[in-house]
């Protein structure tokens, strides 16, 4: 509840400083699926139409179905609370014209570039136009203030992607052992899980791909599935991507190992210079990274680095962001390209939390591959994870 009072504060801040004049989370039946912002807003989901309400003023007010009031009224963070019965059009035009007789505009949650702030499905978009059509109130997209009410971390939410950031690098430190016992990718992977499952930890996204586990030059590389015919052996790369949720926040880490032959006493020369230009490129990305600068830039930086090291370019952004999921939308860390919208071109901000990740494939060993979290401060970035500096022998 104390996060949920921060960030429905923070919202109060961020539509006063936009060009809305109200911004409205319009919902229905989120057991079933819900607005990727809600967790913001209060605990728990909604049933009939809902509206929750964040005027210029500062003034908040939820209009929702009458079995749905009680919670929202003991939770005291909303300053009127607005039951109904039969629908929400007529309560939902009172609330809005006692605040804003002149009409103005509404702000909703969707977006063509940032899944995160796209939550408005298409039915309840034509639902609150139809609403609001002819009464002085007009719709517009309110991406701006849900990509920063998720982006702009509290000292509380930090301290929470800490803890998760924690509980996963105690997960590394169990790998080596494991690897004695969990030969196989499918192995280590069910050993990881068990001990997720027994720290009550969650999944930072699907179960079933978390962690990506490679060993070897065989392996599914990228969002694929970890397999019991693939063993690690000696001359392998051991590549392990993997994040937990601790508190409601998520942590982004990979890390790799390589697996020895019998008398090798240090990592061989094409290893070591891969790792080397992996390590390179995110600190060049991360020199690069500051306010003000476009997500683009900070991926050009890095990726050139790489390019300059004799490697290809990854095929992925270098960053995203990382909150209540791995994958938290806003601005990115990435390349110019089609599918990323315009989140390459936005500027970065201070209490943005972003992993710098990239790796290249070793011909014969398998993926090398590093991902760090850093949350940006006021002219540079402060690093969260502990940086992984050189290769160990498993």
């Known amino acids: 509840m104390d996060i949920v009072r921060e960030k429905v504060d923070q919202a109060r801040r961020l539509v006063a400083a936009s060009d809305l004049d109200v911004w409205c989370t319009f919902v229905r039946e989120t057991a079933g699926g819900s607005d990727p912002v809600l967790s913001f807003l209060l605990n728990g989901g909604l049933t009939w139409q809902s509206a929750l309400l964040v005027f210029k003023s500062g003034r908040t007010a939820a209009v929702v179905g009458n079995f749905d009031a009680e919670p929202l009224v003991a939770s005291g963070i909303w300053d009127t609370v607005h039951p109904y019965v039969q629908g929400i059009r007529a309560p939902l035009l ?8 002149r009409g103005g505009r509404v702000g909703v949650n ?13 039915g309840m978009h034509e639902l609150i136009c139809g609403y609001l059509e002819g009464s002085g109130f007009d719709v517009v997209s309110a991406e701006e203030v849900c990509r ?5 971390k509290t000292k509380s939410e930090v301290a929470r992607i800490k803890g998760a950031i924690a509980e996963t690098e105690l997960i590394f430190a169990r790998v080596p052992e494991w690897c004695h016992v969990c030969p196989s990718e499918l192995h280590l992977f069910k050993r990881i899980q068990t001990l997720i499952d027994e720290l009550k930890l969650g999944y930072a996204w699907d179960r079933e791909g978390d962690p990506i586990v490679n060993s070897g030059p065989d392996s599914m590389v990228g969002h694929g ?3 019991e015919s693939i063993i690690v052996s000696p001359g392998h790369i051991l590549h392990i991507d993997l994040g937990v949720i601790r508190d409601g926040y998520s942590s982004d880490i990979q890390r790799c190992w390589y697996v020895p032959h019998r008398g090798e006493a240090v990592p061989p020369p094409d290893v070591v210079a891969a790792f080397n230009a992996v390590v390179d490129a995110i600190t060049v990305g991360a020199d690069a990274l500051r306010p003000g600068v476009e997500g683009w830039m900070v991926d ?9 090291s004799g ?3 990854y095929m992925h952004a270098l960053g995203h962001q990382v ?14 390209w089609e599918r990323y919208g315009h989140t390459p071109f936005l500027p970065i901000k201070k209490g943005q939390v972003f992993t710098i990740e990239l790796g290249v494939i070793v011909e014969g060993r398998g993926y090398l591959g590093l991902e760090e979290m850093v949350l940006v401060i006021d002219d540079k970035i402060e690093w969260l994870t502990e940086r992984q500096l050189d290769i160990p022998l498993l």
Do not use: F
């Open 225 to 227: 599935t970890p397999s």
């Open 323 to 336: 909150g209540r999921q791995a994958h938290d939308g806003g601005a990115i860390l990435g390349p110019k």
């Open 110 to 122: 969707y977006s063509k570039s940032d899944v995160k702030c796209d939550g408005l499905t298409h």
């Open 311 to 313: 490697y290809p370019e």
């Open 300 to 308: 050009e930086a890095a990726r050139s680095c790489l390019v300059r």
């Open 148 to 152: 920063d009410l998720r982006a702009l």
């Open 94 to 101: 009172d609330v809005l014209r006692s605040e804003l007789p």
